[in-house]
């Protein structure tokens, strides 16, 4: 629509609607009203024939889009009150044609007049040879042809179709365009010669738009000349492809453009698709045909379709033909085979598990998994499991575990009783894979059967499949296991299953009674089941271990206990490090507590402080104690103080102890504050005990932290741990140490930051109050984050 036509929904048209409706005009369709009608539906219903209608101050051909509308309501009444009657239908006519030709008459009049035209010989009357001719006149001319589509577009017939096909040789331009997009609306057989040409036109949209008008209009004419047209353009070859899908005899266009070398290979496909979708019953013939040949954008449409075809005979048809194809058609086929799960794709897939080609006999493989099973397909599965063949083997185990069908469990369960000891592995692991419960008991048996393999498979499974209550079975066999892989399965088993019981305060108790009753060798040999259950009641049974008097246990218990994921162990590792009798557990303990000082940054407590020294007490070695009194850093309490200042008597740890006496000063002094370059709100975050918090900023030259710790201190080394966004480390970085800001010196430090942690180590006897890191380069995009700092 052009600038100068408006949408002119005004109350007349919703009124004359009703009115009609209400004359019995059963054909009335008129635009409904919108909410902004709403006011207009109302002056409407105000003025029915038995309402008298304002009179009309403004004449009807001076009608603007805004002011007086009393003419307009005038009109609209005088419409509502013609109804059917073919005399006032035509007086009307002759008024509004009348109005169109008058020389004065304003552009809202001209709209109004071929709006109603259009409104009331659409719906009453053919129009009279003399509007049809003023019409056909206006559609040619650019400045009224928008205007006459107005009026022509609501009324049916060959007559007003004429008109639109005589003006497509008679404009051009937009004025054409608007001609061609009436057409493609109205699909009149009789513009199909008119609109042949223009698809060569030089101006692409008319073309553009011919075509998409032939496509609307459907018949055989009008695919014919589609199918003429040169070039061949997206537009035209997406208008054929929608005749031709309409059109009983479409399917040889679809597979003329499937198989047109010079169309791109998106629009080959795209038609091989839609003949497909148009003919199901040849569907299977089609694809066999295209899966014959060599053209693989058309293979690749075909195999898609595979998934969803509904084609009937499908399956039976491709697997006939399988066999000539070659290696890469016939994996995805089989594939397809696989994912549609149609028996009649059984032989096939069977087939093809015994081709040379190790691409199609994974495809099989795979396939056999999805597809009806029955008990020769287990024991098919089972021998390719057991295979040597690594990954084939784990193909067929996949596919086992999947494979359903009358006999198939069955099968599975005569396969894990008997037979030879590779084949009942696989059809053990099957019991597990496939929630087998009623195998339990030959598991059970199984513990005594000949073979290591069976019995390591039979644990495993039976730790999977058993309920909580047989977790004494498991332990005793888990204690008794003469194999290392059947034990270490054992113990697996055992962990499984006890996690399953939802008691965790008792669950595990068994097997700590278990473990101290037992002899050391199979104490020893349960060892690594503590670590897994996980937990202090774990750990606290590791260290009774660890205070026996034999060696080897003692020495393996502690051991056991310096590799434990978590903090639970700490108290049972200060327990056997000052109590243990035999010296390597002691000493390993020991190891083993220091590491978690040093490693774990929790808040500092009295209860760590005693911890600490209970350490010192239990070793002589001096570096130890030396990396003991540099843990009294981070202390913040009168014990720690008292204890540092202590130790200073002892020359090897005079140093150390005078720096943590002044440490633990400065801590005493208040916790840390911070100043910062940007995020001031966030700048308490690095000192607040979480890592789930944090201060952060563009990576960019101009950041700096100023870190206060009331008073002048020793300082070993600072991390900024940016734990929680591991990738925010300073680019690089400069440290300033001072007991004056405003005067901080030269840099001490020059780095890089690292991912997680950065660790900033001060050179010896660095002391001061105030410590800044200055970032000094750019990373593009990037920020520079802290979630927490930590000094020692």
């Known amino acids: 629509m052009s600038a100068s036509i408006r949408p002119f929904h005004s109350f007349g048209l919703a009124f004359a609607s009703a009115a009609l409706l209400l004359a019995g005009c059963e054909t009335v369709s008129p635009p409904a009203p919108s909410a902004a009608d709403a006011p207009a539906a109302k002056a409407a219903a105000a003025m029915l024939p038995s309402s008298p209608v304002s009179p009309v101050s403004v004449a009807l051909h001076e009608l603007d889009y805004s002011g007086d509308q009393s003419a307009l309501i005038a009109l609209d009444a005088d419409i509502v009150a013609a109804g059917k009657d073919p005399k006032k239908i035509a007086a009307l006519e002759k008024r509004l044609v009348d109005l169109l030709k008058r020389p004065d008459g304003s552009v809202a009049a001209r709209q109004v007049a071929c709006e109603r035209l259009g409104f009331i010989l659409g719906v009453n009357a053919a129009p009279s040879p003399a509007t049809l001719k003023l019409l056909g006149a206006m559609l040619k001319e650019p400045a009224e042809s928008e205007l006459a589509r107005l009026a022509l577009a609501p009324i049916p017939g060959p007559e007003v179709d004429a008109l639109f096909v005589d003006a497509l040789t008679a404009t051009k331009g937009k004025t054409r365009l608007g001609v061609i997009e009436s057409l493609a609306v109205r699909r009149p057989t009789s513009a199909i010669a008119a609109l042949r040409p223009l698809l060569a036109d030089a101006d692409g949209r008319t073309a553009a738009l011919a075509a998409t008008t032939l496509g609307q ?5 009008a695919l014919a000349a589609l199918g003429d047209a040169r070039p061949a353009t997206t537009t035209v070859l997406e208008a054929r492809t929608q005749v031709a899908r309409s059109l009983p005899t479409g399917a040889s266009t679809l597979a003329e453009l499937a198989k047109d070398p010079a169309l791109s290979s998106p629009r080959r496909a795209a038609a091989l698709r839609a003949q497909l979708d148009f003919d199901p019953a040849a569907a299977p013939a089609r694809i066999a045909e295209v899966l014959s040949g060599n053209d693989w954008t058309l293979k690749e449409s075909a195999l898609e379709s595979l998934a969803t075809s509904k084609a009937p005979g499908l399956v039976t048809t491709l697997a006939g033909k399988l066999s000539s194809w070659d290696a890469p058609t016939r994996t995805a086929v089989v594939a397809a085979f696989g994912r549609r799960g149609e028996a009649a794709a059984v032989p096939a897939v069977v087939t093809s598990i015994k081709s040379s080609d190790s691409t199609v006999r994974a495809a099989a493989i795979e396939a056999l998994g999805f597809l009806p099973g029955t008990a020769e397909h287990v024991a098919l599965l089972a021998r390719l499991a057991a295979s040597e063949k690594t990954s084939e083997a784990k193909l067929a185990k996949a596919a086992l575990a999947r494979l359903n069908g009358p006999g198939v469990s069955a099968a599975v369960l005569a396969g894990a009783e008997s037979g030879d000891a590779a084949a009942r592995v696989v059809f053990i692991e099957q019991l597990a894979q496939r929630n087998l419960t009623e195998g339990l008991a030959l598991l059970r048996k199984s513990r005594d059967d000949a073979s290591v393999a069976v019995r390591t498979a039979a644990v495993t499974a039976f730790g999977d499949l058993a309920p909580t209550i047989e977790q004494a079975f498991v332990l005793d066999w888990a204690a008794t296991a003469k194999d290392s892989a059947e034990q270490t ?60 008097a034999d060696a080897k246990l003692a020495e393996a218990a502690a051991s056991t206990l310096s590799r434990w994921t978590d903090r639970t162990a700490q108290a049972s590792l200060l327990t056997v490090a000052t109590k243990a009798t035999v010296a390597p557990a002691r000493a390993s303990a020991l190891q083993a507590a220091l590491r978690n000082f040093e490693r774990n940054r929790e808040p500092w407590t009295v209860e760590l402080t005693k911890q600490v020294a209970q350490l010192l007490g239990a070793t002589t070695d001096t570096a130890l104690r030396e990396r003991l009194v540099v843990l009294l850093n981070r202390a913040a309490d009168k014990d720690a103080e008292s204890l540092a200042q202590k130790l200073a008597a002892e020359p090897a740890l005079a140093n150390a102890a005078r720096d943590a006496a002044a440490c633990i000063a400065a801590n005493l002094a208040g916790p840390p504050t911070a100043r910062v370059s940007a995020s001031e709100g966030s700048a308490k975050n690095l000192f607040d005990g979480r890592t789930s918090s944090q201060w952060r900023v563009p990576a960019t030259p101009d950041q700096w932290v100023e870190l206060d710790f009331k008073q002048a201190r020793p300082l070993h080394r600072l991390t900024l741990d940016q734990t929680n966004r591991t990738g925010d480390f300073p680019e690089k970085y400069e440290v300033f140490v001072t007991d004056d800001p405003a005067k901080p010196g030269k840099a001490i430090v020059t780095g890089a930051g690292q991912r997680n942690r950065t660790a900033i180590d001060f050179p010896a006897a660095t002391k001061g109050r105030y410590v800044i890191v200055k970032h000094t380069a750019e990373r593009a995009d990037g920020t520079w984050s802290i979630c927490e700092v930590f000094v020692d």
Do not use: Y
């Open 217 to 221: 209009i459907g018949t055989a004419e």
């Open 489 to 548: 399965r054992a113990l697996r088993a055992l962990v499984s299953l006890t996690l399953r019981d939802p008691d965790t305060v008792k669950r595990a108790q068994p097997i700590f009674a278990r473990i101290e009753q037992s002899s050391p060798a199979v104490a020893t040999q349960l060892l690594p089941v503590l670590p897994r259950l996980g937990g202090a009641d774990s750990a606290a049974c590791a260290a009774r271990l660890a205070l026996n």
